[in-house]
């Protein structure tokens, strides 16, 4: 319906969603983060179906109260039940693997032709490693337009390039008027 040869292959656009806190993320060596939901969500139809899932957690409660008796566990896949599937030191915003997981997932029923991601992404490596072909990457318009924001407010423009009035002639002016009516205070 979308134009493609091959029925199989799909638009998707994928992001992570982490449990970060907004304060005191840099009072320990660890990142803040202890869980993370990946979500791939197919691009070409209106309704934006949710087609994979990747969770990961490094949460385990067995392993805490463990430790807290003195024994020494590994998470994650540690004697008894282990909730947490990312080791206590792997990396949480780990994009190439968390896309690389839900691509396996989808490896039976789709292939992806284009994955829309964020601008610093490197979720493309991971679905290209999983699905063993080339995918074409786009970028999301809200990053783009920031960076594209951020990149302009940086320049600097020469005073002849735009007409009308500019900051250094309002500052001229404002100064101006502040010193004919005396008002200049410290």
């Given at each position: 319906m979308v134009g493609y040869a091959n029925p199989v292959l799909v638009n998707v656009e994928t992001d992570g969603r982490y449990n970060n806190p907004i304060f005191n993320s840099d009072v320990t060596a660890f990142q803040a983060g202890t869980q993370v939901v990946q979500t791939m969500v197919e691009n070409n139809t209106k309704l934006k179906h949710i087609v994979s899932v990747f969770t990961g957690n490094k949460l385990c409660k067995v392993a805490s109260r463990l430790r807290n008796k003195g024994i020494e566990v590994l998470c994650p896949n540690h004697a008894g039940h282990c909730s947490a599937n990312l080791a206590e030191d792997s990396v949480i915003g780990n994009e190439t693997e968390?896309?690389?997981?839900?691509?396996?997932?989808?490896?039976?029923?789709?292939?992806?032709?284009?994955?829309?991601?964020?601008?610093d992404s490197k979720a493309v490596n991971g679905i290209t490693n999983a699905q063993r072909s080339n995918v074409k990457i786009l970028r999301d318009v809200r990053h783009l337009a920031n960076s594209m924001k951020r990149a302009v407010q940086n320049c600097t423009f020469s005073l002849s390039m735009f007409s009308g009035t500019n900051k250094k002639e309002i500052l001229n002016k404002d100064l101006g008027w502040t010193l004919r009516h005396g008002v200049l205070q410290n």
């Open positions: 968390y896309a690389r997981q839900c691509t396996i997932e989808l490896n039976d029923k789709l292939k992806i032709a284009h994955v829309t991601t964020d601008g």
